[in-house]
């Protein structure tokens, strides 16, 4: 009997946990990407090089292969590939519709305004926009319409400070629009789901920790976050809804959102698809032990799977190496509880961590690509 095959868009190390369940799981698994020596070019059974961007290649491809089922975690780029695919193959996925204001910031703005779920006001800006008419209050969020991973993003405080941040969040963008939006205020969470034929279940709410102004890299994540029943229930309430709004019904979701002293919520933005940062592929199944990546794999097969069971399986982070303190604290991690550490790891380069040169580090860090490698850590 042959085995079933899985289509996972995206090879690089975000991917890995795909790879390894599906291959777990007794499937053929099916690999596209633009080649670049990521960890999944030689872990796939089968390896395409063509970029996540082709979703008619590999639709083409797809076809020929004959796949039962395709997904991909951690990347909202790749899910408009994923989604169209399955969608025209006849396979679970979220539609066209649920694809296009999961993944573009201006739409998913438009969508939760028409339906009453609570977000910051935005408008969406491009070259040609007059920013002396922008009619929010200071201070102002900018980003990229599409693009996720705090790419683009930066805070305005001062007017005259608007136009850079438009350029640089343009720049960014593939579709070289932006949008500005008020700052909201509050607690920053966010919040992983799984849905299958439109049954929402919330199964791990995680404390973030960013650098904050002007460019909030993520520097760390832990779940579960400390909040009370109540927040939690009210969260729950929220993101159930605004689900529905983003016609998110089969697969993973992510909800970031911001909680202020008087427990008003503010969504900052929603993906159909995992956490990334480890969220997602690790975090979640170490703090509940629910199998997440094996039952969004099950959706994307055509599976029905049943309301998840969640226990407190205890508390996992995350921390990502970008500063030199951000070291010293691993080192100190090692010397004291060095059975803590699930796992460590370095991006784009050989070694574990203990291979850094604490001068190479920064201060504090101004872009993504300054989170040179991580560690994953249990209590």
């Not at 695919?85 to 969508?111: C, D, F, P, Q, W």
């Not at 305005?156 to 350029?167: C, G, H, M, R, T």
């Not at 580090?361 to 300054?370: C, Q, T």
Request: charged fraction near 30%.
């Amino acid at each position: 009997m042959s085995k079933k095959k899985l289509a996972i868009i995206g090879a690089a190390l975000f991917q890995e946990p795909a790879i390894l369940k599906a291959k777990e799981m007794g499937l053929e698994t099916h690999v596209f990407a633009w080649e670049a020596g990521d960890p999944g070019e030689k872990m796939a059974d089968f390896f395409y090089p063509i970029s996540i961007r082709e979703k008619e290649e590999i639709l083409e491809k797809c076809r020929e292969i004959g796949i039962d089922g395709i997904i991909s975690i951690a990347s909202d780029l790749a899910m408009v590939t994923v989604n169209y695919v399955a969608e025209n193959m006849g396979l679970t996925g979220n539609s066209t519709a649920a694809t296009l204001i999961s993944t573009n910031k201006h739409e998913m703005r438009e969508a939760f305004d028409a339906n009453g779920d609570p977000s910051p006001k935005s408008i969406v800006v491009d070259a040609d926009t007059d920013l002396t008419a922008v009619d929010i209050e200071l201070p102002l969020i900018v980003k990229p319409t599409d693009r996720s991973g705090s790419r683009g993003v930066m805070i305005v405080e001062k007017a005259e400070d608007l136009k850079e941040a438009v350029d640089f969040a343009i720049n960014e963008s593939f579709e070289k629009k932006a949008v500005v939006e008020e700052f909201a205020v509050g607690d920053e969470y966010s919040v992983e789901y799984i849905s299958c034929r439109g049954k929402h279940y919330l199964l791990a709410v995680t404390e973030k920790t960013t650098s904050g102004a002007p460019w909030f890299i993520e520097l760390s994540h832990i779940e579960p976050a400390p909040i009370s029943e109540e927040r939690r229930e009210n969260i729950r309430r929220v993101c159930d809804h605004a689900l529905d709004t983003l016609m998110l019904y089969d697969g993973a979701g992510h909800i970031e959102l911001k909680v202020d002293s008087n427990e008003n919520i503010k969504i900052i933005e929603i993906g159909g698809r995992m956490g990334g940062g480890f969220i997602g592929s690790d975090l979640v199944e170490l703090s509940t032990g629910y199998d997440y990546v094996g039952n969004v794999i099950r959706i994307a097969m055509g599976e029905e799977i049943p309301e998840p069971e969640i226990r407190n399986a205890g508390t996992a982070g995350i921390k990502f190496i970008t500063r030199k303190k951000d070291l010293l604290e691993f080192r100190e991690r090692v010397k004291n509880d060095p059975d803590s550490i699930v796992r460590e790891g370095r991006d784009g380069a050989e070694g574990g961590i203990d291979s850094i040169n604490i001068d190479d580090l920064k201060d504090e860090p101004d872009n993504i690509k300054d989170r040179i490698a991580y560690y994953i850590y249990k209590l």
